[in-house]
């Protein structure tokens, strides 16, 4: 993580290096970043109402806009952003938590925790994308959801003699199968279905 370390072109787009690409590009993104504790002088506190947010394959930039004089950008590497989670409260936006380690000769010399709020959108997909592509850099494993518990068939072997006559008169009827539809008289050398009730032969003529 460097402070004011991303290099911008003149429409304070990040410069990429050889072999980055851009996957998430977020306006209306607000930043907020402490470290030390709290406790004055013992870190760096900052914060921008609004700017861009760029996600990387390599890092995390966020540009304030406007820029201001001690803040224009942040970069952070994806290698250095820890923990990170996506909170979802009821009364405002969603945000993005993370923990964010200073590389050397970047301006910040303590470990601290940034928070982005997307008030126009795009937390979630920034929390999940940024998970995968850290994930490729470091080899780390993804967290993935409890797994369901197996199925086990009940033993219905020691049960009563009562008990299976009931689960047996209680079983459910054979679905019937669809009965396929006579063909259609239109069609060429098709007949109407043969019915026991129908004379096969027309009665005579009435004289």
Same mark, same amino acid.
């Given at each position: 993580?460097?402070l004011?370390g991303?290099?911008l072109d003149a429409?304070n787009?990040p410069? /990429?290096?050889? =072999?980055?690409? @851009?996957?998430?590009?977020q +306006?209306?993104? &607000?930043? $907020? ?9 013992q870190?760096?506190?900052?914060y921008s ?6 996600l ?23 290698t250095? /952003?820890?923990? =990170?989670?996506? @909170?979802q409260?009821w009364? +405002?936006?969603? &945000?993005y $938590?993370?923990?964010v ?7 910040l ?9 997307f008030?126009?959108?795009g ?7 940024s ?18 518990p197996l ?5 219905t072997?020691s ?5 299976a ?5 209680s079983a459910?009827?054979?679905v ?7 063909p ?5 050398g098709a007949a109407?279905?043969?019915n ?7 009665p005579p003529?009435?004289?």
């Amino acid at each position: 993580m460097s402070l004011n370390g991303a290099q911008l072109d003149a429409e304070n787009k990040p410069i /990429l290096v050889s =072999g980055e690409k @851009i996957f998430l590009n977020q +306006d209306g993104v &607000r930043l $907020e970043y402490e470290s030390g504790n709290g406790y004055p002088g013992q870190g760096n506190n900052f914060y921008s109402q609004k700017g861009t947010l760029f996600l990387t394959n390599r890092r995390v930039i966020y540009v304030a806009r406007p820029h201001m004089d001690f803040f224009r950008n942040l970069n952070v590497p994806l290698t250095n /952003l820890r923990n =990170g989670k996506l @909170i979802q409260p009821w009364f +405002d936006a969603n &945000r993005y $938590e993370a923990t964010v380690e200073p590389v050397p000769n970047g301006g910040l010399n303590l470990v601290g925790q940034v928070k982005f709020t997307f008030k126009e959108g795009g937390g979630f997909e920034f929390s999940s994308m940024s998970m995968q592509l850290r994930s490729r850099l470091t080899g780390e494993t993804l967290p993935h959801e409890e797994a369901l518990p197996l199925y086990t068939q009940e033993d219905t072997s020691s049960s009563s003699g009562a008990g299976a006559a009931s689960s047996s008169s209680s079983a459910p009827a054979p679905v019937a199968l669809p009965i396929p539809l006579p063909p259609s008289f239109s069609e060429p050398g098709a007949a109407p279905p043969t019915n026991a009730n129908t004379p096969l032969e027309a009665p005579p003529q009435y004289q």
